[in-house]
């Protein structure tokens, strides 16, 4: 278990408190996870496939109700609440039937706003968003890279300032994948948001991130496939103000913090 | 030669290229015409008995558009209250295709018995064997739904009503048509079926009494109607998925380019 910090109610986004987990009546997927998203910082949670990463993304977007811990925003409980923290797929989960601007105004348009209403407070975000001359168009019209840029504008556009990212790049190519860490890191801190990514990927983790935590077996002596995932780590990348995440990746700060992940990741 | 202008002409040849063998089959007097008039024949025949297949066509059309109208609104419902309640799917599901293995020539006969000479039993009938595919296909294109679209709506705040409107509606839209296809051709041949077991009008009828008088030119002249007939049916949906679906045609050109 991992001391998450001592800092006071108001300054954690998004906190995991010993979490429990479970799917029907099957064995814990994953057992008292502590984890605290700081206002402002993108936190990564790494671990292997299989160590229960969709089922604790699912809980902390309140889609699951945890069989033990809870889920605190700003300190509330909406433990079991959807719709507080806002969420993104690697899937990009467009509505095929819905053209790129509404697509990315559905929160909105589900909230009751009229259509050329929403339309109007998603369009000035378009360029910024890098999809200027794709609002009319059908998403299987776009790239992979814009889809997932479009598919972030619609999370943004859900109006909360913590948000989820499972796996948000890896079914890109690897130089789509590149740009858009460096430009989800700058967006996220021009807009203010605490971010939770869940990867893989040691690397992306430890470019991407202010703190990583890291999944592992809470039993490493049962080399038992079937016990339940935990914390078993977290590493604070120490990255130079202002670096992008691909310089970042060049410096020994990004080899000594990618050494300690890979520590945590194997010794399990 | 461009492939899109192949992908006319070559049909188009094949057909006209078989016509050409029938015209000349029968013309060399191979096959007797009372049994099998030319195709020439057949539009000659056609066009003398304009105005009497003309009132039969009116009536089996208005058969099948009505079967064909109430089939596919209780498909829908069906299919809406098997995705909503799992109690209603697993009590429809079997009911529902073993009705399917009921044959409609089998049944058309007792319609006649309940229901008379009108026009109830031949919508009842078409009915009965247009609601099946409508059902079938949107339940399936429901539920192929994605659940973490679902999750995702659920997070903005879906309610049931919306995550209907704009995930599973539309994704069941291309399966509801392509149901819809089989659907309009089995209205065509319901209603003709129908027509044969007894009835006052409607091709069905028209072909009962050529038959009688071994007319078989206007035999093939009302099976060529009833053909133009599913065609257009067909054509008329086709139009209407394109309309309902204007974002496959960006996707099928997508794929083409791909």
């Known amino acids: 278990m991992v001391d998450v910090g001592t800092q006071g109610v108001g300054a954690v986004a998004l906190e995991a408190r010993d979490l429990t987990l479970g799917w029907g009546d099957g064995p814990s997927v994953v057992e008292g996870v502590d984890l605290a998203v700081l206002p402002g910082q993108i936190t990564c949670l790494v671990g292997r496939s299989g160590m229960g990463k969709t089922t604790i993304l699912h809980a902390l977007a309140g889609l699951s109700v945890p069989r033990k811990g809870c889920v605190l925003l700003h300190g509330d409980d909406v433990t079991g609440k959807p719709g507080r923290v806002s969420y993104m797929l690697q899937k990009d989960l467009l509505l095929p039937n819905l053209t790129v601007i509404d697509n990315a105004c559905l929160p909105l348009t589900l909230g009751g706003m009229r259509k050329a209403k929403a339309r109007e407070k998603a369009r000035p975000l378009l360029e910024r968003f890098g999809l200027k001359d794709a609002e009319g168009k059908w998403p299987s019209q776009l790239s992979g890279g814009m889809r997932q840029r479009a598919a972030f504008l619609r999370t943004y556009l859900m109006g909360n300032d913590v948000v989820i990212l499972d796996e948000p790049f890896s079914a890109l190519d690897a130089i789509t994948r590149a740009d858009l860490r460096d430009w989800f890191r700058g967006e996220a801190a021009d807009l203010g948001l605490s971010t939770l990514m869940i990867t893989h990927d040691a690397d992306e983790a430890c470019m991407m991130a202010d703190c990583v935590y890291v999944l592992g077996r809470l039993n490493v002596s049962a080399a038992d496939e079937s016990s339940p995932a935990t914390v078993i780590g977290r590493v604070e990348p120490s990255r130079p103000q202002g670096a992008s995440a691909a310089e970042f990746a060049l410096t020994p700060q990004f080899l000594e913090a990618k050494v300690r992940v890979m520590e945590f990741l194997k010794g399990e | ?258």
Not at chain 2, 6 to 24: D, F, Q
Not at chain 2, 99 to 124: C, D, M
């Open chain 2, 1 to 258: 030669m461009g492939p899109s202008a192949k992908r006319i002409l070559v049909p188009t040849v094949a057909m006209l290229a078989l016509l050409a063998v029938w015209e000349l089959v029968c013309r060399l007097g191979v096959v007797p015409a009372y049994l099998l008039p030319a195709p020439s024949q057949v539009i000659v025949a056609l066009i003398a008995d304009v105005p009497t297949i003309w009132q039969h066509t009116v009536t089996t059309l208005v058969e099948a558009a009505v079967g064909l109208a109430i089939g596919v609104v209780i498909g829908f419902v069906l299919a809406v209250l098997m995705d909503r309640f799992e109690t209603f799917y697993l009590a429809l599901q079997p009911l529902i295709t073993l009705s399917q293995t009921v044959p409609a020539i089998a049944v058309a006969p007792l319609l006649v018995l309940w229901f008379g000479y009108g026009l109830l039993p031949k919508v009842v009938l078409i009915v009965f064997i247009t609601f099946f595919p409508v059902a079938v296909s949107l339940v399936s294109g429901f539920r192929s739904v994605d659940p973490d679209q679902i999750d995702l709506m659920r997070t903005m705040h879906a309610t049931t009503w919306q995550i209907f409107r704009y995930v599973k509606l539309p994704a069941a839209a291309e399966p509801f048509f392509a149901g819809l296809k089989i659907s309009a051709t089995y209205a065509i041949v319901g209603a003709v079926i129908a027509e044969w077991l007894g009835g006052f009008s409607g091709l069905g009828v028209y072909m009962t009494r050529v038959r009688k008088s071994f007319s078989y030119d206007k035999m093939f002249a009302s099976i060529l109607v009833i053909s133009v007939l599913s065609m257009a049916l067909l054509g008329l949906v086709g139009v209407l998925e394109r309309v309902c679906m204007p974002w496959k045609r960006e996707e099928r050109k997508a794929k083409k380019e791909r």
